[in-house]
C-alpha cells in the first residue's frame, strides 16, 4: 500500500492525460464522416479495447481523415 501511495503523484496526471485522450479521441471518431482506414465500428471498437493509450494513438496515427 505504501508504493502505491508513493506513485500517486505520478500516476493522476497520467490517468487524467489518459481520459481526456480517450474522450477526445471517441468525440472525433463520432463527429466525423471520413476515415482513411477502416469505418466509424472499427475505430470505436478499437479505441474502447485499447483504451490506455493504444486505441487513440492509433485512430490519430491511421484512421484520422487528413483535413
Excluded: C
Excluded at 480517450?22 to 474502447?48: D, E, M, N, P
Amino acid at each position: 500500500m505504501d508504493e502505491l501511495m508513493e506513485f500517486l503523484p505520478f500516476l493522476i496526471p497520467l490517468v487524467i492525460a489518459e481520459f481526456a485522450l480517450f474522450g477526445y479521441t471517441l468525440y472525433h471518431i463520432l463527429t466525423h464522416q471520413r476515415y482513411k482506414r477502416g469505418s466509424r465500428a472499427l475505430w470505436l471498437v478499437i479505441t474502447i479495447v485499447f483504451m490506455n493509450f493504444v486505441g487513440p494513438i492509433l485512430y490519430f496515427l491511421l484512421g484520422k481523415e487528413d483535413a
